[in-house]
């Protein structure tokens, strides 16, 4: 169903959305403050991201790690709003020095376990920082500002300004840099900067080799490129629609190479369809599939192979699922993801006590399955390995999912009319009750979920 809220907002008129507007902005800040952005002059809004910046500098707070998300928000707004409103770059240039500059007090102010803040530095503020440097006509001070950034990394927050800084920087502004940083690695006396100066001209240089090594191969010569140049020079000649170069450059790299796997894949497909070459295509997506089984990949295989391949597929993942001796939770939910419900209950049948027990997250959803479709038994012995498991560990804040799948078995019971050679499910819970009787917590919560 379309969308069509803002065409009614518009029907609305001016005035009554900017009174509602206001009236948000007296309950919500970021509103309040989208406003003034909004019907502020070019130098007000510089004022107040300054005034932001000052209050980063002195705040005295401390952000934990549940509240890092929120604050990275903020972060971003700001850099946004710069973008937003800021006309000249060689300004903007400044403004976001300005920010990446705050990173010593933010990394001391807030826990960034798990890198949400480091991120905004690393990516949005760096990505601003070459957008108005390339923008800026003064490369002198795009230069200066960039060697007073990159040289003074403490907290890691601005090791991506290094990256492709041959590309993003360009000439002039690359040559002034270079001519700078030789001039100051040769005047420095303080040997931890010496370093740094050292450390960027030799990156840079190295980078600059590169370059020139990625350029000539885009003109047919042979030369050594690093891995993910390779790969660049594949896609380059993708574009060009030059599939079997693209091949050449794919093929240099080792076929046990598993740091790249998935972007070689991407660009294998794209060649074998450019090529038309089916069945190296139909090889690649069962080499993939082979290696995971999931339900995504089936049907990519499919996508290669034809829809009229899936049965016999199918029946030759059976066969060979049924070879590994031990129960494997992800082959059992890619049985369960293509319907194969029978093979699945037998599967069980043969395997479930093998089940390993790190497999909590993956087999409730299997015997729910299961038992969605009629195969009570199979379900139930899938809750009872969990259970035991449980039981065994005896950790009782698990104790509550253990509740959930007894009294899965107790309303499974009834609708299983041939239990074969498995315990009938009052023998198996005369025997969890002798067996773990002491476990007064949980069988103080199965009592009360019986109400």
Excluded at 53 to 67: F, K, V
Excluded at 125 to 152: G, P
Excluded at 206 to 229: H, I, M, N, T, Y
Excluded at 265 to 273: A, D, G, R
Aim: glycine share 4%.
């Amino acid at each position: 169903m379309p969308d069509n809220r803002k065409q009614l907002l518009m029907d609305l008129g001016a005035e009554t959305l900017a009174d509602t507007l206001l009236e948000l902005a007296g309950h919500n800040e970021q509103v309040n403050d989208k406003i003034n952005s909004l019907t502020s002059a070019e130098k007000v809004n510089i004022k107040r991201y300054r005034q932001k910046l000052a209050g980063l500098r002195n705040s005295t707070r401390y952000i934990g790690l549940e509240m890092t998300d929120f604050f990275a928000d903020q972060l971003e707004r700001m850099l946004a709003d710069l973008e937003a409103w800021v006309t000249d770059p060689c300004t903007g240039l400044d403004l976001v020095v300005e920010f990446i500059e705050t990173d010593a007090v933010v990394f001391e102010m807030c826990d960034d376990s798990d890198g949400t803040v480091g991120g905004v530095y690393l990516s949005t503020a760096r990505n601003l920082f070459f957008h108005y440097a390339s923008l800026c006509q003064d490369k002198e001070r795009v230069a200066t500002l960039f060697i007073r950034l990159a040289s003074k990394d403490d907290y890691g927050a601005r090791s991506s300004l290094m990256k492709d800084v041959v590309e993003e920087l360009g000439e002039p502004a690359l040559s002034l840099v270079l001519k700078k940083l030789q001039a100051l690695e040769a005047n420095e006396k303080d040997a931890k900067n010496k370093r740094s100066y050292t450390w960027m001209l030799e990156s840079i240089t190295s980078q600059q080799r590169e370059a020139d090594l990625f350029a000539a191969a885009l003109q047919g010569r042979q030369v050594e490129l690093p891995k993910p140049k390779m790969l660049a020079a594949a896609r380059a000649f993708l574009e060009k629609q030059d599939a079997e170069s693209a091949l050449a450059w794919v093929q240099r790299i080792p076929a046990n190479d598993v740091s790249h796997g998935y972007e070689i894949e991407q660009i294998l497909k794209e060649i074998y369809t450019m090529q038309g070459d089916r069945e190296s295509l139909v090889n690649l997506q069962y080499k993939k599939f082979k290696s995971y089984r999931t339900f995504e990949g089936f049907q990519e295989l499919l996508l290669a192979t034809g829809r009229e391949k899936r049965e016999e597929i199918l029946a030759n993942e059976w066969a060979i699922i049924c070879q590994n001796p031990s129960f494997n939770d992800h082959d059992a939910q890619f049985l369960s993801d293509v319907g194969m419900m029978d093979e699945l209950e037998a599967y069980v049948f043969a395997k479930v006590d093998t089940l390993n027990e790190g497999s909590y997250y993956i087999v409730p959803e299997i015997a729910a399955s299961l038992a969605k479709h009629g195969h009570y038994l199979a379900a139930s012995l899938l809750y009872r390995s969990l259970l035991d498991c449980m039981m065994e560990r005896a950790y009782a804040k698990s104790y509550h999912h253990g509740v959930d799948y007894l009294n899965a078995l107790d309303a499974f019971a009834p609708l299983i009319k041939d239990w074969k050679t498995f315990p009938t499910h009052n023998s198996y819970k005369v025997n969890l009750l002798l067996e773990n009787k002491r476990k007064t917590a949980f069988w103080n919560q199965y009592r009360r979920s019986k109400g």
